[in-house]
């Protein structure tokens, strides 16, 4: 369910912090990427050893390693996490936290936070009842913290009552949860994604056409609806049925994707470009099959319509992502259709990767925006579309 998830988990100083590594497994066993930071105190708790063995991560607490000066970025960590999770959360840091202090690496990185945040209160019962701990909960649930309930029982003082950190395994699902409820986040916005392969007629038997199997785009499409987006789906040929919830047109040509494609994007939040468009079509389409002779054939082609770049001349404060599909000097030519197309970003993948491109369920792609490049590993095309997605979400907000 974590699959592909990167989660930030903040461990402050309470005996319940021997249960961040219970924690901490779990998510690692989910699929999440984890990475810890604690406060000072937590490593009086437990110690960084255990949580770095278990995250397979090195653990942040300070805000700039004493050894070598390297900096620890909480701005970079809040933008890495897609949750972070404080579990356990002290009085003290919920406290803090609902005022603003910054005094330690955890609370720098709650207020960079653009992430869900989900807090794991632990304390004792008086604590947790007193009405300063209520009303900062208040505050937090307030600000948008989800604020994981505590579990009624034995506490470490002895006493019994509610304070008790809830157990890992409903931490994790609260934390799935949330990241699903995230999922909505694009409800009311719509899009156009094009998908597949065009085919460019030569008479009424052959074609011309590429590998496009239609995965990446369709996956798109299914990313955004699932995220409560309305999605049309401009395809030319696949073999895939349409993703739950999405409306999909067909298309043949470059040049009914055109068509379709500006008349669309007018009513649209933005576009995303997955398809695989011919840049060429023959010049005259015969209406009869062409015989063959004994000599070659030539067929002229003429250039299509560039669709992408006719949509960034329309495209005012519509949201437009581009793909980029590169057999050499990627990066360089990723960069001048960004620009040429006025994208806001651009996927770019290259068919020298192995895994990446065309027909596979894996893709190997860099986001790349006018800021920067961001490099992602190989990851399956519902993970990339996750990824697209998220950066789509990040645009918006
Ligand atoms: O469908 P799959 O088998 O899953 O494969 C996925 C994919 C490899 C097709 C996909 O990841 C991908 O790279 N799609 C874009 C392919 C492409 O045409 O790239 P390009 O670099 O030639 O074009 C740049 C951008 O301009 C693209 O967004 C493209 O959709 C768009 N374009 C290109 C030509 C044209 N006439 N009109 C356009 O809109």
């Known amino acids: ?19 961040a590594a219970m924690l901490c497994r779990l998510l690692k066993t989910s699929g999440a990427d984890v990475r810890v930071v604690m406060t000072p ?19 942040l607490v300070e805000f700039f390693d004493p050894e070598n000066g390297a900096w620890n970025s909480h701005v970079s960590l809040g933008e890495w996490a897609d949750c972070y999770l404080i579990a356990p959360a002290t009085a003290n840091t919920l406290a803090k936290m609902a005022c603003g202090i910054a005094d330690n690496l955890l609370l720098t990185t709650y207020l ?14 008086d604590m947790y009842a007193h009405p300063a701990t209520q009303e900062n909960l208040e505050k937090l649930r307030a600000a948008g913290v989800a604020v994981i309930e505590p579990d009624e029982g034995e506490l470490a003082s002895g006493l019994c009552g509610k304070g008790r950190m809830a157990e890992p395994a409903q931490i994790v699902r609260s934390v799935e949860a949330l990241l699903d409820q995230k999922k909505k986040s694009l409800a009311g916005k719509r899009f156009l994604v094009t998908a597949g392969a065009t085919i460019e007629p030569i008479d009424p038997v052959r074609y011309l056409t590429n590998h496009s199997s239609g995965k990446m785009g369709y996956a798109i499409a299914e990313a955004l609806a699932r995220r409560g987006a309305e999605v049309t789906l401009l395809s030319g040929r696949t073999c895939l049925p349409a993703p739950e919830g999405v409306r999909r047109i067909d298309v043949l040509t470059a040049a009914d994707m055109y068509r379709a494609a500006t008349e669309l994007f007018p009513s649209t939040d933005g576009a995303v470009m997955c398809a695989a468009v011919a840049d060429y079509t023959p010049a005259e389409v015969a209406d009869r099959k062409l015989k063959k002779g004994d000599g070659d054939l030539t067929i002229r082609l003429c250039r299509t319509r560039d669709i992408a770049a006719e949509l960034g001349r329309m495209k005012n404060d519509r949201l437009l992502v581009g793909f980029a599909l590169e057999t050499h000097d990627a990066l360089a030519h990723a960069t001048e259709k960004l620009r040429r197309k006025n994208f806001d970003f651009v996927v770019l993948n290259s068919l020298q990767d192995p895994g990446a491109g065309f027909r596979g369920d894996t893709n190997k792609v860099t986001l790349l925006d006018p800021s920067g490049a961001e490099e992602l590993p190989l990851m399956c095309k519902t993970e990339v579309a996750g990824r697209i997605a998220d950066k789509i979400e990040n645009l918006l907000r």
């Open 1 to 19: 369910m974590l699959k592909g998830r990167n989660i930030l988990l903040g461990v402050t100083g309470s005996i319940a912090a021997y249960k």
């Open 41 to 59: 105190l937590a490593k009086q708790f437990i110690t960084p050893l255990t949580m770095a063995t278990l995250s397979k991560n090195p653990i």
């Open 112 to 125: 960079s936070a653009r992430c869900p945040v989900a807090v794991a209160p632990a304390m004792d019962l």
